[in-house]
């Protein structure tokens, strides 16, 4: 039997056991429950919120489930072509092994253990940041709730950092919110921006390929997703034209309101250029849209002449009337940048030229869930105001983080190259944030067996590579891609010399499918 | 000046720099923008969502603004009746002056910052606890996301813990969902039962009073809220003859199919019989409704004669049809309890009797956020999991966890009585929970008085207490009473002599104001 086909009988029983199980057991629970004279449930597939049902979310999708199913196998002893599962589905850093950058690991202990301020082992520094962070808490304790937009004192280094970065433009602590994750904070503004019945429903413009965080939430809050087109010819960068387009065309049938604008990209790894930046805004403000800026991977830039600019910024420079008037949300994450402190789930947005009473129907809304966590609070206290040069832990901080960033750097340009040298494989360069998303060539034949398993094809792909290689990454077709291309994203996050392997492994592999359906 | 009409001038500005100012900006806001040829905002109170325009949360609503604003002008050196203001408003025990308890914080200590593990100064059972943790962690670290549901180690740690607090009953870790706090898994359930539109939308119902996380998550869903009240008569009691007149008259012009309880109660203080809870799942069981169980107060029963029965205990105990068929999610919390974690957003969820297909759909929808909060993971842990007799920590930490629950129940006690000795003022026994909801006369003219500012009666009562004395309640209006009655909720958890002192001001402020109003 060819690899092929092998992998194809294991994806359909994965896709029996995760699509078709579906219908299955739905007729047999029937039959069964009025076999036994049981009742209806309350809550089934069928009753239950359509909107929730819509939802997808393919970085932690079916074929993260099979990846649990066969590290779990690979456990039992069940034999496999590989000895262990890659997770590069998701920007998770520290399961890759990055070590956490030991500054903000100290702050965080003496915070949640006091008793360690009297502790010779931690530098001074440490000690009167924990402190003063402590200071600004309830009851001087981290399990206290904060205010709902988080401790006063934390978003003010927010502004600070944020007039630094941005080269002296003022920020108001009362415009910044802290948040679960920089997820919670998208969530929220998205909540307040939708409105709206048939035709004047909110149409939200999102980039194709997104972050399905975006896709996942327009479809729960029944918005409508207005795709624009990154151009793949040139290093996915953002038309204006293309936008043009995408808008004028969802006018038929929606209200667009909001444009949202992720750089550097994810999952494209593209760093906008100052003038793209500057004709969005432009677009936006003409055509009346909210702007909404995912900024997380500010940190993270690799490629020679690429540099972050920050909406913020380009849209106060550009004076009036886009200083005064264009509204922006930009929003930032500690699990992202040279940190990856995902499990702490801290994060902030900031509101620029929004309205002030619909920002306190945003810190009410906030307010509901009480507070983000204040140990996520803290992260983002120690991110935005690191060590500066006379403090102790400066030297050791700024090894780290040039370390990691220098890896990642390291490794962006590994991936494109490795990839871009495999037939069929085609990669644009990482410019920036900590993922490729090559377009594969998939042979017609692959193409027709996916469709008759009822699956997309580079989930096809994707499903054949983890059973072969185990190597899990996240098809295309869950971030959104032209009509007939094939992606996938894979994080650039695994160590140097296993990320190396896994390419090799890859490129081959896609060869072998190649091969095998032609 | 009377005492009164100080605080009502007082009160009457609060007013309006509240609500009033509202109409004034937007005519403003209109106008100037006219003059000065911009444009208007994309996102303004008319053009949000109205959904979430409509959520309210008293918890942290105008009263708490107000309390922040005095805290300000006090800090400035603005001449008050008080020196402090007391913030009485909210379960946040920590913030309160309790302590947090030592393993706890050793534990997470360890995780944060691993190099401590080689520290003399933690007891190996920490260690060995916070080794454990790590090793259930992608990477051995706090810093990475875990599987949506939690961390699976831990799951079993509840799944152990339920079993035991429930006699033995199984409990299985793949129905168990850790969250951020108790509410964002009881937002995730009440989200995937809302559908429906018109006379076929969702109803849900819920006590009266209730906590608002339940009023304001329904406004935002889009859910029909269906009040059922609870008795004041009898200690708050849930009786099901009103529960039934709930429900029925609702069907009019709803398809209610949730009934949400929460036990012990918030803000009422009441614990469930064996009896009541008894027929509360006979009761959903014919009429066809999926039980939510708030039982974050499981920990806090202080009254004599009183116990915490889980709903899932009692629905298996019953047998058949109940045990293998009433839907059930039941809420825990690290928030409350002796150990008032609230910062850290740790809490977990337990379905029953769940519909497969839409206990997967329930996993889904919590991906698109991740994960809950890693370090708040690792606090139920220890909250589910505590030392145990032969653990070296154990006498501590059994002696903290009592100085606690016993404090609390001396505090419950002296609440009933001191408020019950106030004329006008009458107040349930505060059985469990962290909460007293005590009735109050206000005088016609007070009541008059109110109302000629737009303002609920209670809430001008407490408006005026926050101004004369420092005292931070939330007026009942804000979690639903009776129709002309009118209550406040104040937390027993001040320490126990600030606690005394505050009651007596409080009844004495009551008192005053009752007299200045006759």
């Given amino acids: 039997m060819t690899c092929a086909l092998a992998c194809e009988l294991k994806v359909t029983v994965a896709a029996e056991t995760r699509g078709l199980r579906v219908m299955a057991l739905k007729a047999g629970d029937k039959s069964q429950a009025a076999r036994n004279g049981l009742k209806e449930k309350v809550l089934t597939l069928d009753t239950m919120n359509p909107c929730v049902r819509r939802v997808e979310y393919a970085v932690r999708g079916p074929i993260v489930l099979r990846a649990l199913e066969l590290e779990q196998e690979l456990r039992q ?3 496999k072509p590989f000895t262990e599962v890659i997770r590069a589905n998701i920007g998770d850093a520290q399961a890759m092994g990055q070590r956490p950058i030991t500054f903000l690991r100290q702050v965080l202990a003496l915070c949640v253990y006091p008793d360690l301020l009297s502790s010779p082992d931690f530098p001074e520094d440490a000690k009167r940041r924990a402190q003063r962070i402590l200071q600004a808490c ?3 304790s981290l399990g206290a709730y904060s205010i709902s937009s988080g401790i006063q004192l934390i978003r003010e280094d927010v502004a600070h950092y944020i007039e630094r970065r941005d080269g002296g433009i003022p920020a108001d602590p009362n415009n910044i919110f802290l948040s679960t994750g920089a997820s919670s904070a998208i969530v929220t503004v998205l909540k307040l921006l939708v409105a709206g019945e048939g035709r004047t429903r909110t149409g939200v413009l999102i980039p194709i390929p997104q972050y399905p965080l975006y896709s996942a939430t327009l479809a729960e809050l029944n918005a409508v997703q207005v795709d624009y087109y990154l151009d793949e010819e040139h290093a996915w960068a953002l038309d204006v034209a293309e936008l043009r387009r995408a ?3 969802a006018r038929d049938h929606c209200r667009p309101r909001v444009l949202c604008i992720i750089n550097p990209g994810n999952p494209t790894g593209q760093v906008q250029t100052r003038e793209c930046i500057e004709a969005v805004i432009r677009f936006a403000f003409e055509e009346g849209l909210f702007l909404m800026a995912d900024e997380v991977y ?3 830039v690799y490629a020679e002449g690429s540099h972050f ?13 886009y200083a005064e008037q264009q509204e922006l949300a930009s929003f930032h994450s500690v699990s992202k940048g040279y940190m990856g402190e995902c499990g702490f789930r801290g994060g902030y947005v900031e509101v620029v030229n929004m309205d002030a009473e619909v920002q306190r129907q945003m810190l009410k809304l906030m307010s509901v869930r009480l507070c983000p966590p204040v140990p996520g609070q803290a992260l983002v206290d120690m991110v935005v105001s690191p060590p500066a040069p006379s403090d102790p832990s400066f030297a050791q901080f700024q090894a780290e983080r040039q370390e990691v960033l220098a890896e990642l750097a390291a490794k962006a340009k590994l991936t494109e190259q490795v990839f871009n040298q495999a037939p069929g494989i085609r990669c644009n360069p990482v410019q920036g944030a900590m993922y490729s998303f090559p377009r594969v060539q998939l042979p017609p ?3 027709l ?3 008759e398993l009822g699956l997309a094809p580079d989930m096809f792909f994707c499903m054949c590579l983890l059973e072969e290689t185990g190597i899990c990454v996240v098809p295309g077709s869950g971030f959104g891609q032209r009509e007939g291309t094939y992606h996938f994203r894979m994080t650039i996050l695994p160590p140097m010399e296993k990320l190396r392997v896994l390419l090799e492994k890859l490129s081959h592999f896609h060869a072998k499918f190649t091969l095998e359906y032609s």
Same sequence: chains 1, 2.
């Fill in 77 to 79: 002893g069940v034999k």
């Fill in 138 to 140: 309830g009851g001087h």
């Fill in 247 to 249: 808008l004028h065309q």
């Fill in 298 to 300: 500010q940190d993270n």
């Fill in 309 to 321: 600019h920050s909406f913020k910024k380009v849209l106060t420079e550009m004076g009036s009337p």
């Fill in 445 to 447: 034949r692959a193409v």
């Fill in 449 to 451: 067996r996916a469709q």
